[in-house]
């Protein structure tokens, strides 16, 4: 009997869970870059000495690893092919500025993906006008003008504010929503709205008018930090145990450090070298966003990669480091103006993360594989 009329089986298809895994690699380089270049910058012994990583460290850290994990996230919300561009862009953005000279090549990528992450939004906004979404794009574009302002050749220390309204937009939008469901804010929701839009406004204040643009955006920052520290979610369940508690720990204590970057801006203006650029700049992106990522590893990374996360208290150890590096290296070492304290804090600072990444690999190893579930309905996610 002839097999022309039977079926043809199809090619194998690569699954959504190594494609994720795929766009995550990039990432996880520029987190491995931006370390090393993090030890460069503080004149210690690195395991690579490229002099150019030192240039890039900024970026390599905010698009490159940070931008990539949420550019992913989003997309795997929209659960569109295309959507998967903007981590992707991002990703080869990052791997661009660590091997491809001139560096304005990694920025074009950056841009590109930080267009598409923008575009993401728009799909995911319309499916139930949220504002915390319309935050999280106001972020976005923040990060498109800082991808296309480092092409350009605008210096880093200059970008440190759309760098940082990007990520705090980010974060911020997402602990906004949670804030909404949880307690049905209501009319509190408009205050947050304005003092996101006061970040969003006096970020490009801050590159025009600096004097004025830093001191806005300070204290736009402090009034939306207080918001979250009221409202926030993790105010009540810090008395719970296990994950939801560590989860808490961490947002509380990133907030700790919002407070102290906004102040920093509202009371010394702009800080584009020396202790006060060094103190807000990690305040932010260590204290804040490392630590949010900390908080969020267990429940994002299986929702991307559909494999458990489980939590340990082992991982309160990387988090009680950080956090006390970071005091030692702004309170100590930028306040006091101590040399020693800031390369000794610079250093606990990557051991930690370094800590947390070794933490976080070897429980999704150590932890036998389940039954994926089914990939959500549009209609499930959208709910």
């Known amino acids: 009997m002839s097999d022309d009329g039977a079926a043809k089986p199809k090619p194998a298809q690569p699954s959504p869970t190594a494609l994720r895994l795929a766009l995550l690699i990039p990432g996880g380089l520029a987190l491995l870059a931006g370390l090393d270049a993090a030890l460069l910058l503080l004149g210690v012994g690195a395991p690579v000495t490229v002099g150019r990583l030192a240039d890039v460290h900024g970026m390599l850290m905010v698009y490159g690893f940070v931008g990539t994990l949420v550019a992913l996230e989003r997309a795997v919300a929209l659960s569109k092919l295309w959507g998967f561009l903007a981590p992707a862009s991002l990703g080869l953005?990052?791997?661009?500025?660590?091997?491809?000279?001139?560096?304005?090549?990694?920025?074009?990528?950056?841009?590109?993906?930080?267009?598409?992450?923008?575009?993401?939004?728009?799909?995911?906004?319309?499916?139930?006008?949220?504002?915390?979404?319309?935050?999280?794009?106001?972020?976005?574009?923040?990060?498109?003008?800082?991808?296309?302002?480092?092409?350009?050749?605008?210096?880093?220390?200059?970008?440190?504010?759309?760098?940082?309204?990007?990520?705090?937009?980010?974060?911020?939008?997402?602990?906004?929503?949670?804030?909404?469901?949880?307690?049905?804010v209501g009319n509190a929701e408009?205050?947050?709205?304005?003092?996101?839009?006061?970040?969003?406004?006096?970020?490009?204040?801050?590159?025009?008018?600096?004097?004025?643009g830093y001191r806005v955006l300070g204290g736009a920052l402090l009034v939306f930090t207080v918001w979250l520290i009221v409202y926030d979610i993790a105010r009540r369940t810090v008395r719970s145990t296990g994950?939801?508690?560590?989860?808490?720990?961490?947002?509380?204590?990133?907030?700790?450090?919002?407070?102290?970057?906004?102040?920093?801006?509202?009371?010394?203006?702009?800080?584009?070298?020396?202790?006060?650029?060094?103190?807000?700049?990690?305040?932010?992106?260590?204290?804040?966003?490392?630590?949010?990522?900390?908080?969020?590893?267990?429940?994002?990374?299986?929702?991307?990669?559909?494999?458990?996360?489980p939590y340990h208290p082992v991982m309160y150890v990387p988090a009680v480091v950080l956090h006390a590096t970071l005091l030692l290296r702004i309170v100590v070492g930028d306040g006091a103006d101590q040399l020693w304290a800031v390369t000794a804090g610079g250093i606990g600072n990557v051991v930690a993360v370094l800590l947390f990444v070794v933490i976080?690999?070897?429980?999704?190893?150590?932890?036998?594989?389940?039954?994926?579930?089914?990939?959500?309905?549009?209609?499930?996610?959208?709910?």
């Open 360 to 383: 976080a690999i070897g429980s999704v190893l150590m932890t036998p594989r389940v039954k994926s579930k089914p990939e959500p309905s549009k209609q499930e996610a959208t709910a």
């Open 190 to 212: 408009a205050g947050a709205l304005v003092a996101c839009a006061g970040i969003w406004l006096a970020v490009p204040a801050s590159l025009l008018w600096p004097t004025a």
């Open 93 to 184: 953005g990052g791997l661009a500025l660590i091997f491809v000279e001139p560096s304005w090549i990694g920025g074009v990528l950056l841009a590109f993906g930080s267009a598409m992450l923008i575009a993401v939004y728009v799909p995911l906004w319309q499916r139930n006008s949220a504002t915390a979404v319309l935050v999280q794009a106001a972020g976005a574009v923040l990060a498109l003008g800082g991808a296309i302002l480092f092409a350009s050749g605008v210096p880093i220390p200059y970008l440190l504010p759309w760098l940082a309204g990007y990520l705090i937009l980010t974060i911020g939008g997402e602990r906004l929503e949670l804030a909404r469901v949880a307690f049905a």
């Open 243 to 309: 994950l939801t508690r560590f989860s808490a720990v961490c947002l509380l204590a990133g907030y700790f450090w919002l407070l102290i970057a906004g102040g920093i801006w509202l009371v010394v203006g702009p800080v584009r070298d020396g202790t006060g650029y060094d103190a807000s700049a990690h305040a932010v992106f260590l204290g804040f966003v490392m630590s949010m990522i900390f908080a969020h590893a267990p429940i994002i990374l299986p929702a991307v990669l559909r494999r458990p996360l």
